[in-house]
C-alpha cells in the first residue's frame, strides 16, 4: 500500500518534467530563429554605419558564447533570451515592426528582411559620433529619439515630449505598415505676460528617421522670440559655437560682408565634424545651391522631401548636397538690436541614407503583402 502511491507520484514528475522539457525545446527553437533574425538586422545596421547597433551586436555575439559555453536551465535561459526592450521611450514603432515580422514568421518561416546593397548609399567617409557634430541646445545630428528625449527633459523639466507618430504606409496603397514617432514640436521656456497669459520663446522642432532603421534625428530647427539682443552679441556666440560662417547673405541672398546687412549665415561640415572641404561653391544664395529643411517641420521628414526653401525639392539624389548643414536666420533690417532668429541644423546623408533603408522596406512588405492576396485569391471560390 505504501508503494503504490509513491510510484504515482514519481510518474507524475516524470510526466510534469517532460512537458517542460518540451516547452522549453520548443521556446528555444523560436528564441533561435529570432536570435538569428537580430543578428542579420543589426549586422546591416552596423555596415550601413549605426554605432548602437554594433554595440548591439557585440553584446548579442558575447550573451551566444556564454550561453553556449554555460548551458543554463531552461527556466533561466528563457528569461535571458527574451528581445530587449526598445531603446526609445514612447516609440513604438519599431516595435511594431519586429512584432509583424515575427507574427508572419509563425506562421511562415521566412529570411530576415535586409536592404538592398544600393540602399545604404551614400556610406559615411568614416566613423560616425553624434557628439563631433554641430548642435543646437544640445542636440546633435544622429542621436537617438531617447537620447534627444534626454536632453529635452533637461530644457523643459517635466514638459511632455509630443512626438507624432506618423503612419508608415505602403507605397501606391493606403495600407499602414507601422507608426514611426518621427517629428516633434515642443514650446518650451515659457513667460507670462500679464493678466494671467503667458507665451514661450523657444520653439524646437526635431526629425528623426524612420524603422526600420533605429530612428536618429537629422534635423534640429529652433525658433526664437522675445530675445533683445545685441546684434554683435548674437553673431559673436554663433561664431565661437560653429566657427567662421562659410557664407553670409543679405536680405536679397546677395552675398555680402557686412554684419549689419547679414540676414543669413551658413556653415557646412562633414559627417565627422569637419567643416566641408573643398568648401561647396555659393549658387542662388546657398552652399551648392542646396536649401535647407528650415526651422520648422519638413512635409515627409526626410532631406529633399519638400518644406523649407524651394531649392530644396530633388536634391536628395544630389552629391553636392549631402553634408551637415547650419543655416543661421535674422529679419530683414532688424539693425543693432535683434528680437528674433531662426536656426536649422540638419545631415542631409543621414537622412537620405536611412531614408532608402525606410522606401526599400516598405517596397518589400508591398511584395510580401502583394503575395499573400495573390494566395488567398487562389482560395476563393467562385459564386456561380
Known sequence: MSIRPRTFRLLGVALSTSLLV????????????????????????????????????????QKQSQSQAQPQPAGQQQVQEQPAPDVVVGNRAAASVRSADAEAGASQPEQAWAPP???????????????????????????TVEQANQVIAKLAPGARIPWYNSAMVLPTTNIVAGHAAS???????????????????????????????????WHIGLRTQRQHINR??????????????????????????DDNRISNLWWVYDEQGHPRSPAPSVVNGSPNGCGDPGYGLSSKARY???????????KDADPGCMWVGVRAMFPSGAGEIIEYYFL????????????????AWLQAQLEKARRESLERSKEAKPTL
Open 22 to 61: 518540451g516547452f522549453a525545446v520548443s521556446d528555444a527553437c523560436g528564441q533561435s530563429a529570432w536570435t538569428k533574425m537580430k543578428q542579420q538586422f543589426l549586422q546591416q545596421a552596423c555596415k550601413g554605419g549605426d554605432q548602437n547597433a554594433c554595440q548591439q551586436l557585440a553584446r548579442l555575439n
Open 117 to 143: 546593397a544600393e540602399a545604404a548609399q551614400p556610406k559615411p567617409a568614416g566613423p560616425l559620433d553624434p557628439m563631433k557634430l554641430p548642435d543646437i541646445q544640445g542636440i546633435h545630428p544622429g542621436m
Open 183 to 217: 517629428q516633434l514640436t515642443l514650446a518650451y521656456d515659457w513667460v507670462q505676460l500679464g493678466g494671467g497669459a503667458k507665451d514661450t520663446n523657444l520653439e524646437l522642432s526635431l526629425e528623426a528617421t524612420r524603422p526600420p532603421n533605429q530612428e536618429h534625428i
Open 232 to 257: 554683435a552679441v548674437l553673431f559673436a556666440a554663433l561664431r565661437r559655437k560653429y566657427g567662421k560662417e562659410l557664407l553670409a547673405t543679405d536680405f536679397h541672398d546677395q552675398p555680402v560682408n
Open 304 to 314: 529633399g522631401s519638400g518644406g523649407g526653401d524651394s531649392t530644396t525639392a530633388g
Open 344 to 359: 536649422s541644423l540638419w545631415d542631409a546623408p543621414l537622412s537620405v541614407r536611412e531614408s532608402k533603408v525606410t522606401d
